[in-house]
């Protein structure tokens, strides 16, 4: 078993095990490998030539710290069991440990990862507000923005322990979501079969009904602020790194 940064020569077996382990649609994946991927940013666990297992992450910064956000940590069916994963994470931590990393952050995929982070010395670290809306007449004046001007303007509608995410995460949401501006509000997210998925929305959130309405959609679940529901886990690299509460808002899950 070797566990290393991944080559070009690796890229199908990535794309292989991506699709095998997760529902993500094969345009999401595509997207992901032409826009967001980068070797400097993957380890894999390599077994007889193939690739047992394999995750990546995207940089980010919170209090003055830099963090790793972990995403897409998958295993093979075949190579389940044994241990692996662990042992690609426990790599993984001491490499981005040399890397400068201060921490590490993740999104369980399910209530039941939750249990299985803690294992390794996880702990919840940010909680969100899920908020479920039909439409209602009215609507709102809102305009669409690039990932330029929304990176800027969530800088400053993120709470004071948001968790500053740029450069790839923005690159990758801008190939899946669309960003709008409002008076008081940000929003990012996208219309699926009558229905919006706000993947953030920041800043007044009463006027939601009326943002369903412009966007020409029927009911929406928004992600936003607040202490509803554990979302996302920390593991501090460094004795020093103090981890407390925070707010991560962008997760590629929805």
């Not at 020569?9 to 991506?18: A, F, Y």
Request: proline share 3%.
């Amino acid at each position: 078993m070797k566990i290393c940064t991944p080559e070009s020569s690796h890229i199908s077996q990535l794309r292989k095990l991506w699709q095998e382990s997760f529902s993500d649609t094969e345009f999401f994946v595509n997207v992901f490998f032409q826009t967001a991927f980068s070797p400097k940013r993957s380890r894999c666990v390599i077994c007889d030539e193939q690739i047992a297992a394999a995750l990546y992450w995207f940089s980010c910064t919170w209090g003055g710290m830099r963090l790793a956000y972990l995403y897409a940590v998958a295993t093979a069916g075949e190579f389940r069991g044994r241990g692996i994963c662990r042992r690609l994470m426990e790599d993984t931590h001491a490499h981005l440990k040399e890397l400068g990393y201060d921490a590490v952050i993740l999104v369980p995929g399910s209530d039941s990862l939750f249990g299985f982070y803690e294992r390794m010395g996880y702990r919840v670290c940010s909680s969100i507000r899920e908020l479920n809306y039909k439409s209602a007449d009215g609507g709102v004046m809102m305009e669409r923005i690039d990932k330029h001007a929304y990176g800027k303007l969530r800088r400053m509608y993120l709470p004071e322990n948001g968790v500053l995410q740029e450069a790839e995460n923005l690159d990758l949401l801008e190939c899946t979501e669309e960003f709008y501006q409002g008076e008081d509000f940000l929003l990012a997210g996208h219309c699926e079969n009558g229905e919006y998925v706000g993947v953030e929305l920041l800043g007044n959130v009463v006027k939601t009904p009326q943002i369903l309405h412009s966007l020409g959609c029927e009911t929406g679940v928004f992600r936003t602020t607040g202490e509803e529901r554990p979302f996302a886990m920390c593991f501090p690299l460094r004795a020093e790194s103090v981890i407390s509460d925070m707010y991560f808002g962008i997760a590629f899950d929805l």
